[in-house]
């Protein structure tokens, strides 16, 4: 039997304290073997990534970043949570999003793991005259229905309530929400609705339905048209506030009008931010909540959604991968409900195996993975701590700024909000054609011969206000060329690798070359020489060493063959050769270019 010291056992008694100093100088020389001379901080500063709105991520958080105190779960500022018992009884809402209702679909989900409904009423999605056969079988008293139904919230709302009465269920036992988004349907359709139908059915939900609320106040739009996270959450808080004032004007008391919302948001596959980006959105609402004179109803309600912008067309599988860790950031953040968009979400309408792979998503990161077992897992990391509050503060300027221009309205109407989006947008999408933001199974990693996946076409979406990015369009587009020469000639574009000494020499260009231009859709040709290729243009990959010696006469012997274009992945200037590939180049405008050389169009 082991016997332990009067002190316990100390694993780094006998271990010197390092400081961050030391740590810097290891740094220092782990760079230097890679040709950069930096120094101190400036070390620390080499590996730091830069985030959107202005945020820098650090390799390494210590003690020394110091964050407010976060507080207790049920507590204000809520940062740790909205309820004092978070999730660890039963997880998180599991929340299923259906545009259509085939027979049996929504009973299947609830039979099998989900434990609301998100429906699309109204035009664009399931009619309102249907919402009672989609429904047929559920027990509204068990399962929370929420509306998403834009002009016809109102008329999908009394139908709702006519169901409540029919089926006699206790208005104190409804959960849920109508969905009434004002606001949000202008972002997404540049028509303004009326707010004082909205506001008797938020009146009528808190005299007669304590569960349910009236409104959501839905940032997905603004994240769907390129905005970063601190914008994402301003524009929330706006339209939280624009609604606050609406609902208090109409004669709601201030908790009372809290009480109606609940606010929606995008999930990534950037599993930090996501999870700060929920905490912080708590933290940002129970400060309006305090200065609106309510800090003990400041407890935000969220509804996270995998987000849409990062689900690709091609390759959709890889879609089950983001949608994963982006439900594991949500339900670590502190989400109430969380919806997984099934893989096949970008295609069309989904089948049954996609819906069922959605809510398993769910079911096994909390039956499985145990994640709700502690409440707010993330708290107290350094890094998570330091970046919640550095979104916060950016996300409040965003607010601020909104408010100075005239509220959420105002700055919808007169074209600034579209303006900011689009100024994001555009910076990430040089991201994206550089490959500094890859996209797996698109920009990274492209397979050509993949089988198309075929769905039934989706209702279109609303349309004519904000519009709606994908991180994959770009590419998509490249691919859409590449598909249309296929079909027309019955084969790809194609290019030649012309592969220089020995393998060690030229795999890693080679890879790299075959990589890039497959996210255009042209194959690339290995085998034999390039007069069987069938290929009109070649593109050397060697070492550099190998290029001083070969690449100018390998060149012209390419063209002597009837290359027309010769490219070499790397860097250098060599007689002969046309263009140049290498990390960090435009990808998108390479591949544009290439296939309007090959007269693809």
Known sequence: MTVLPDDGLSLAAEFPDATQEQWHRLVEGVLRKSGREVSGEAAEDALSTTLEDGLRTRPLYTARDSAPDPGLPGFAPYVRGGRPEGGVASGWDVRQRHTAAPDGAL?????????????LAGRGGIPVSGLARALDGVHLD????????????????????????EKGVDPKAVRGSLGADPLGYEARTGTALPFAPVAELAKRCAAEFPGLRALTVDALPYHEAGGSAAQELGASLATGVACLRELTEAGLGIEQALGQLEFRYAATADQFLTIAKLRAARR??????????????????????????????????????????????????????????????????????ARRIARNTSTILIEESHLARVIDPAGGSWYVEKLTDELAHAAWEF???????????????????????????????????????????????????????????????????????????????????????????????????????????????AGFAANLFQAGGIEPVTEGSFEESGATEAVLCSSDALYAEQAERTAASLKAAGARHVVLAGRGEFAGVDSYVFAGCDAVAVLSETLDRMGVS
């Open 142 to 165: 068990l399962a929370p229905v929420v509306l998403d139904a834009g002009q016809d919230t109102e008329a999908a709302a009394a139908e709702l309530f006519r169901l409540y009465d």
């Open 399 to 509: 607010f601020r700024s909104i408010e100075r221009d005239g509220g959420q309205a105002a700055v919808l109407r007169s074209g600034r909000l579209r303006t900011d989006l689009a100024t994001t947008w555009a910076e990430r999408s040089k991201k994206l054609a550089k490959r500094r933001e890859p996209v797996t199974g698109v920009s990274e990693f492209p397979f050509l011969a993949e089988k198309p996946v075929v769905r039934e076409p989706a209702p279109e979406p609303p349309s004519g206000g904000l519009p709606r990015v994908r991180r994959d369009e770009a590419y998509e587009e490249l691919r859409a060329r590449s598909d249309a020469h296929l079909a027309a000639t019955g084969s790809r574009p194609r290019i030649y690798l012309a592969t220089l000494g020995p393998a060690a020499a030229y795999t890693a260009r």
């Open 107 to 119: 009973l299947a989900d609830l039979e099998n793991g989900v434990t609301s409904l998100w429906l």
């Open 284 to 353: 940002l609402w129970a400060r309006v909540a305090e200065v609106s004179g309510a800090a003990g109803a400041g407890a935000q309600v969220q509804h996270a959604v995998t987000s849409p912008v990062m689900m690709s067309r091609r390759d959709p599988w890889v879609n089950m991968l983001r949608t994963t860790v982006a439900t594991l950031a949500a339900g670590v953040g502190g989400a109430d409900s969380v919806t997984v968009l099934p893989f096949d979400h970008a295609i069309g309408l989904p089948d049954a195996f």
